[in-house]
């Protein structure tokens, strides 16, 4: 078991004041049987009441309403928790989707179908074309050991930026520049696999980076896809590796671009300055 101390703080001002709309907060990292939460703590200025809710992918969403103008908003999280998920290869994957290629089974075809939905012809035409760079669909191989070659190809022959735009770049402009964000490369590999025919999602959270853990750092991304026998299962092309315990997810969901951090408006003439400081530690 890892203990994690995380600390999210993100910095909204304005050149004048404005009035802030209806802010929806995906902060809080998502509890399972291999992660606890000890203690989480939010706190907004201006100052005003959160209401919680989970939403239809079981994520936690904070609602927050205000009800004064101001020049600044800032939202601040701290969590404290205990990550179990230190043997991340120990799964069994069911006899039938041991090797590529599979179809689920009728009742998991059914409830799985959202996030198998097939890009648009000429996107699911260039990438089932890309993914002749790794993977010749006519050879034999483990369904597990495809995904990981999709995940370290990523890794290394794209170049990692860090894009401070909001949104997700397109597979087709992720190609063409052969450079993209962690969200970018996530995107990538999971229209990917659906192309493949398998389930998959897109996940935002935290990366704890050893040599990093004293420094501003930011969200982080990935994906993960249904395994038979084994549920979801997280891979993440910005480091080629398979998700474990220095990965924290808060928010899935099967759109890529429907679970910032933080989402909301604002009403007013002003200009609008972002600033966001992550950090990630051991305790």
């Not at 600390?7 to 909204?12: E, G, N």
């Not at 907004?44 to 989970?54: A, E, Q």
């Not at 990550?83 to 039938?96: A, G, R, T």
């Not at 808060?250 to 600033?275: E, M, Q, T, W, Y």
Request: net charge negative; proline share 4%.
């Amino acid at each position: 078991m890892q203990r994690y101390k995380i600390i999210h703080r993100t910095y909204y001002n304005y050149s004048e004041e404005v009035s802030l709309g209806t802010h929806k907060l995906l902060l809080r990292p998502r509890e399972d049987y291999e992660l606890r939460i000890e203690s989480f703590l939010i706190k907004c200025t201006p100052h005003t009441k959160i209401l919680w809710h989970r939403d239809i992918e079981n994520n936690s969403v904070a609602v927050v309403e205000f009800n004064q103008k101001t020049q600044q908003l800032i939202v601040e999280s701290e969590v404290i928790l205990q990550q179990f998920n230190e043997s991340p290869l120990d799964f069994i994957v069911e006899d039938y989707a041991l090797t590529y290629p599979f179809e689920y089974k009728k009742d998991d075809k059914f409830l799985l179908s959202p996030y198998t939905v097939l890009p648009d012809s000429q996107t699911k035409e260039l990438l089932n074309t890309w993914i002749l760079n790794i993977w010749e669909n006519n050879e034999n191989i483990q369904t597990y050991t495809l995904l990981q070659k999709i995940t370290k190809y990523i890794y290394k022959t794209f170049i990692y930026n860090i894009r401070e735009e909001p949104g997700v770049q397109s597979v087709e402009e992720t190609l063409k520049l052969n450079s993209g964000s962690c969200r970018d490369f996530a995107f990538l590999f999971m229209e990917t696999v659906r192309c493949l025919g398998l389930a998959s999602r897109f996940v935002s959270g935290y990366l704890y980076a050893p040599l990093m853990s004293d420094q501003i750092g930011s969200t982080h991304a990935w994906a993960e896809v249904y395994l038979p026998g084994v549920g979801w299962k997280g891979f993440d092309p910005t480091i080629g590796d398979i998700v474990g315990k220095d990965h924290i997810p808060v928010a899935v969901s099967r759109l890529a671009h429907s679970i910032p951090a933080i989402s909301g408006s604002f009403s007013g003439n002003a200009k609008s300055n972002l600033d966001v400081g992550v950090w990630v530690t051991l305790c």
